[in-house]
């Protein structure tokens, strides 16, 4: 029997009053924290207090795990084991494997586990001990903060401010998830409705945002100074988004986000996420570290490096203010940026030099994969102009850190 409209939502009338129960609504502690972290005056300070937290576990666990055990682990005993056992010093596959002989005479006095450079030693140093403990940490919080439902919430507080540079408060996932790899990061800009939101935002993260890895290798060298990279990093980030909000072409629409309520997060999806995460970026991270490491040396051998630094000399040291050693960890920067700023650690540099090379490898050419990545997802135009940005802000970034140095009379 065909019904009426009328009929219809009789039937419907029926089936509502058997079928749902109406009570009263009471307001609950956990509503009551949704309001709070969701409203301006309040969730703005809950957030910093969020972020606080995060970098407090995130530096303590990675440090815990770096300093206190991996790196006493590999440089009194491992690195030097090897050294000794492993055939042909002097010889260049002593050099590629195990790294410079020097490093492992009697008395040496440097940071042997960055200078010694080879494949088995630095090579197995660098994501072994700094970077999985400082990527765990990372994702391990990341996967909480996912399941406990916090993201949406943030997103929405930074709706207005990421509005400023054409962007809504959708692309703060994208970013954070660029401080744990930038190759989900951009994968991640898909998400964005235009075309414009998307360029911009890979932009952004290739230049702008460092991974989990190179925030290990950051927090290993300059510890004391990783505040100033970020927020020389955060001004650029907005600097320049809001220059290419204005001269890149298209729409910039508003956000529509179901924010979901506060859930207890579920122990078995934090470690499966975890584990996933982290196993992926191994797979990815740690072949291009030993292919650097193999590279890097193989340019010492053939003197190709010395030929790098002279032809880069006038940009490096005369634009930088640096000198040619850093050519090394450039050169290694297009494989992967924590690679580049771990081969930092094996070069004698002062205090504004460190800081300077951190922060030019930071807004370099994204690592290999992120950068073939780019290359697909992007149209021509686009690629040339996200390559126009990086070299812009490099030479920019690399002007003023040497006038400020100059300034300050530490360059």
């Known amino acids: 029997m065909e019904l009426t409209i009328d009929q219809r939502w009789d039937l419907v009338d029926r089936i509502t009053k058997e079928t749902v129960e109406v009570g009263a609504y009471k307001h609950t502690l956990k509503d009551a924290i949704a309001d709070i972290t969701v409203r301006p005056k309040t969730g703005i300070p809950f957030a910093i207090a969020v972020i606080y937290g995060f970098w407090m576990f995130f530096s303590t666990f990675a440090g815990f795990f770096t300093d206190g055990f991996l790196v006493k682990v590999f440089g009194d005993h491992y690195i030097p084991w090897l050294g000794s056992v492993f055939p042909g010093k002097g010889t260049w596959l002593f050099n590629i494997f195990a790294g410079n002989p020097a490093v492992f005479q009697p008395g040496y006095a440097g ?151 506060y859930r207890m997060p579920t122990r078995g999806n934090v470690w499966r996420k975890t584990w996933m995460r982290t196993t992926s970026f191994l797979r990815v991270a740690v072949p291009f570290m030993l292919l650097g490491c193999v590279i890097v040396q193989l340019l010492y051998l053939t003197g190709g490096m010395a030929h790098l630094g002279h032809a880069l000399s006038p940009v490096i040291s005369g634009g930088f203010g640096l000198p040619q050693e850093t050519v090394a960890p450039l050169v290694a920067g297009f494989l992967r940026k924590d690679l580049a700023v771990g081969l930092l650690g094996g070069i004698q540099l002062t205090g504004w030099q460190m800081f300077s090379s ?52 530490v360059a």
């Open 111 to 261: 940071d042997i586990c960055f200078e010694a450079g080879g494949v088995l030693t630095t090579g197995l140093f660098m994501p072994i001990a700094v970077v999985l403990p400082a990527i765990i940490a990372f994702y391990l919080v990341m996967a909480f903060l996912e399941d406990i439902g916090y993201l949406p919430r943030l997103a929405v507080l930074i709706d207005t401010v990421l509005h400023k540079i054409g962007l809504h408060g959708y692309a703060i996932v994208p970013t954070i998830l660029s401080l744990g790899c930038n190759v989900p990061g951009v994968a991640a800009t898909r998400a964005l409705e235009t075309r414009k939101q998307r360029f911009m935002m890979m932009v952004l993260l290739g230049v702008f945002v460092p991974c989990g890895a190179q925030i290990g290798m950051m927090q290993e060298l300059i510890p004391e100074k990783i505040g100033f990279v970020f927020i020389a990093l955060i001004i650029g980030y907005f600097v320049v988004g809001y220059i290419l909000n204005k001269i890149w072409p298209g729409q910039s629409p508003e956000m529509l986000i179901d924010v979901p309520p």
């Open 358 to 409: 951190v922060v030019l490898l930071s807004v370099y050419f994204p690592c290999l994969a992120t950068f073939v990545l780019m290359i697909k997802e992007q149209n021509a135009k686009e690629f040339g102009a996200t390559l126009g940005v990086l070299a812009v802000t490099v030479f920019a970034y690399g002007g003023i850190l040497r006038l400020i140095g100059m300034g300050l009379g």
